[in-house]
């Protein structure tokens, strides 16, 4: 099994067993690998927007001896052939960036996802209940210091309603060590978007309710 940190380890556990899975912005390839590696899936897509990851993907792909991924110059789902993967993975870059590959995606992003956004997390929660998204579950990790959220989601093609704290918490809150760590980091934040509405006269309703379900989850 080829090594994977905290983060990749929860990515790979959250995509589960496929037929193929389309890695979209791949870099060094290490999901699909190990997807092949450990046979939980038969197929992999490799694909990014620059060659310069793509030869990297080779090279881990090359090292490891897995010959049945097929690697993608492709800008998100662009140069994805419709029906040639049953699950998708959107990892390691913004929020909004996030959203707006899958938006461009069109029906090809209709399938299994599992997105984790290294910015903007509420950006992307909005968006996916805004278009037609179920967030099944969500899955956190904690690499360096750092905690990163994995989220997945599938198209119903039904907008789902969602408060302020839902943006920033989700609707899942798994009881683990990783969303405690989780809820600290954006309890920190939001005591900080509180002092600045103070300062300039913003209503802080919400931001109050955020900070007292974090703190009810902290302690």
């Known amino acids: 099994m080829i090594a994977l940190d905290a983060r990749m380890r929860c990515i790979y556990e959250a995509v589960g067993k496929c037929e193929c899975i389309a890695d979209i912005g791949s870099d060094h390839g290490l999901l699909p690998v190990a997807m092949l590696l450990s046979g ?8 990014d927007i620059n060659k310069g990851p793509l030869e990297r993907s080779r090279s881990t792909a090359l090292k490891h001896g897995v010959k049945n991924i097929e690697f993608v110059l492709s800008d998100g789902f662009n140069n994805l ?3 040639s993967f049953d699950k998708a993975a959107v990892c390691g870059m913004g929020g909004a960036l996030i959203a707006d590959i899958i938006a461009r995606g069109g029906e090809k992003a209709h399938c299994e996802l599992v997105l984790q956004p290294m910015t903007a997390y509420e950006e992307l929660r909005a968006f ?6 179920r967030i099944n579950d969500e899955s956190f990790a904690v690499e360096s210091g750092k905690p990163y959220i994995i989220i997945s989601a599938l198209y119903t ?3 789902e309603p969602y408060g302020y704290c839902d943006l920033y918490l989700g609707k899942k809150r798994p009881d683990t060590a990783e969303y405690v760590f989780f809820c600290k980091k954006v309890s920190m934040r939001a005591k900080k978007r509180l002092q600045g509405a ?3 006269g913003m209503p802080t309703a919400d931001i109050e309710e955020l900070i007292f379900v974090c703190d009810q989850t902290i302690y």
Request: proline content about 0%; aromatic content about 8%; overall charge positive.
């Open 157 to 159: 093609g039904e907008r």
């Open 40 to 47: 939980r899936a038969k197929r992999g897509i490799a694909s």
């Open 128 to 133: 996916l209940w805004d278009n037609g998204f």
């Open 198 to 200: 103070l300062h300039t």
């Open 81 to 83: 052939r419709t029906g």
